[in-house]
C-alpha cells in the first residue's frame, strides 16, 4: 500500500510556490563536507572530493554507455520484463553536496536502454513504505513524497533542459527550463545568482508530448520495492537539436530518487536525497553543469 494524502493544489499555487522556492534556494549555503558520487557498471566515473567551502578547479561529472535495445520494454513497471537484461546500469545512487552526515543512500538501481525513437529509463526502488501525497495528479508537487526523477538536457550548453518526475502512484510532473542567457554555474555546477534572477526560465506547466510512464509498488518482508519506468520520446526530448530520432549521440542527464520520512505535515520530516550526479542539495533543478553524461551507442556498428 502507498501512503497516500490527496491534497489539492491550483496552477497558480504552485507558481506561487516555485517563486518562493527559487528564492529560498538562491540563498542557501551549505558548508558540509562534499560527498563522492557512486560507481557506475561499465563507466568511467570521477567525483568531486574537496571540501564543499572550498572552490573546486574542474568540475567532473560521471559518464554511461546505453546499448541500442533491439527489444523494447513494455513500460507496465513488470519486475520480469525481459527487455532490461541487457540495460546499462547503474548499481546505487549517492548523496548530494550539503547532505547531513548521518544519511545514507537508500538500495537504488537505475537501468537504461534506447531506441530510435525512445530513450528508457527504470528505476528500482526498495526501502520502506513509499509516500505519494497527490496521487496521480498531474504536475502536482510529487517532490514532496517519493519520487524518481530524470534531468535531461540535450544539446551540452545547459540553455535547455527537461525534468520528470514519476511517484509510485504514477503521478507525473515535467518541466522544461530555458535560459535566456549563457549557464553560468558555480564550482558544483548549479547556476549562479545573477543567471537565476535573470535568465533562468521554468514552467511547470510544461506536458511532454508522448512522454510514456508506469509505476509499482511491491511489499516484500518489512520493505518495499516500487518501480519507475520512463518512455522519452525522440521528437520531444530532441526538438532543440533539429533530430526528430535518437542516434549514437552523447546526453547530458542526471538521475535522483527522493524520500521523505513523514507526510507533508509533519513538520519535522527529513528529505533523503540521492544523485547519480552529485548536485547542491535542494538543487538538481539549477544545476544542469552538474549533469552525467549518457553516450547512446549501437554494438551493431
Sequence with gaps: MIRDVPIYR???????AGTALLSICVGCRLSSPVRPEAGVAGAAVTAPTAKSDRPVPELTVPTIRIPRTTQSP??????????????ATIPTLGLPFGAPASQTPLPTEVKLLWD???LYVRFI????????????????????????????????????????????AGGVFDQ???????????ARGRLVPQVLAKDYWPNPDYTMPELRTAASVARRGDRYVWIADFALPAAAALKRTGAKAYHPMTLRMNLLRYHH???????????????WAPVTQGCPHQSPAAMGKVELIDARE
Aim: hydrophobic fraction near 35%; charge should be negative; charged fraction near 20%.
Design 10 to 16: 491550483s496552477r497558480l499555487a504552485r507558481q506561487v
Design 116 to 118: 530510435s525513437q525512445w
Design 176 to 186: 522544461n527550463t530555458l535560459l535566456t542567457g549563457e549557464a553560468r554555474s558555480d
Design 261 to 275: 520520512s513523514g507526510p507533508v505535515t509533519d513538520k519535522t520530516r527529513k528529505l533523503l536525497a540521492m544523485n
Design 74 to 87: 513494455s513500460l507496465t513497471a513488470d519486475v520480469n520484463d525481459p527487455a532490461w537484461a541487457g540495460a
Design 125 to 168: 526502488c526498495t526501502g520502506p513504505e513509499p509516500y505519494a501525497p497527490f496521487g496521480q495528479t498531474r504536475d502536482a508537487r510529487h517532490y514532496q513524497g517519493d519520487v524518481a526523477e530524470i534531468f535531461l538536457e540535450p544539446v551540452g550548453d545547459g540553455r535547455q533542459y527537461f525534468e520528470v518526475q514519476l511517484s509510485p
